[in-house]
Structures are given as structure tokens and as C-alpha cells.
């Protein structure tokens, strides 16, 4: 499994691209997709919804369990993939690409995020 190296990662498996005019996307990383198993269900936050990097802002139901989704960053909610709401299974089939959850202007970005190969290792171990 190949974590992209432009982005950084999360504890909790997620995952943030750099930012753009103050805009990360967010998604899961393929490690937490293949842990989850074949995901069925999404629910995200919605546009306009403040996050906290951290904390609960949704979740994914799989054939296997139900996992919360966490921010990795605080800020405001500013799109959600709804082709990922309408098939959940992008989150499997492509986690880094068409499987990215929801879009959100940064307003604090936490000092512990990960980069590629320190994910890789954290994720490993």
C-alpha cells in the first residue's frame, strides 16, 4: 500500500491535502478502508458545519462495523463528495482519489499530523 507523499495523515487514519486558497480535502486513508471493510453507509458533515480537529464528524458503516469519523483539522466545512453519500464503496475502490469525503477551510491545522512515510510506519506498527 502506497500513502501519496503530498499529504498528511492522521492518528485516527485520515487523511489532508495541502491546502488551496485555505481549502484541505479530507478523506480516509486505504489502510482504515481495507481495515473497515466493504463500506455501505457514509455519513458526513454537512456544508456550513464547524469541525474540530479531533473530534467525531461523522461516520462510516461497513459490512463489518461502524467506525466515527474524525477531523484531522479544525475549520469550516465547505463541500462533501456526495457521489460518496450516493456510493459509499468509492471509500473502498479509490480512498485516495473519486473516495474523498468532504472539503474544509482550515482554521487551525494540528501540530501532530503525519507525513507519508511516518504514517507508514505508525500504520505498521
Known amino acids: 500500500m502506497s500513502n501519496p507523499q503530498q499529504l498528511r495523515y492522521s492518528k485516527e487514519h485520515e487523511w489532508l491535502s495541502g491546502a488551496e486558497d485555505g481549502v484541505s480535502t479530507v478523506g480516509i486513508t ?3 478502508a481495507n481495515a473497515l471493510g466493504d463500506v455501505v453507509f457514509v455519513q ?3 456544508v456550513g458545519d464547524t469541525v474540530t480537529a479531533g473530534e467525531t464528524c ?3 458503516e461497513s459490512t463489518k462495523s461502524v467506525s466515527d469519523l ?3 483539522v479544525s475549520g469550516e466545512v465547505t463541500a462533501v463528495n456526495e457521489d460518496v453519500v450516493n456510493d ?3 471509500v473502498n475502490s479509490a480512498p485516495f482519489e473519486g473516495g474523498w469525503l468532504f472539503k474544509v477551510r482550515i482554521a487551525d491545522e494540528p501540530a501532530d499530523l503525519l507525513s507519508a512515510d511516518e504514517y507508514t510506519a505508525f500504520s505498521a506498527g
Request: aromatic fraction near 6%.
Open 58 to 60: 461523522g461516520e462510516l
Open 44 to 46: 458526513l458533515p454537512e
Open 70 to 72: 474524525y477531523s484531522p
Open 88 to 90: 459509499p464503496s468509492l
Open 30 to 32: 486505504e489502510h482504515a
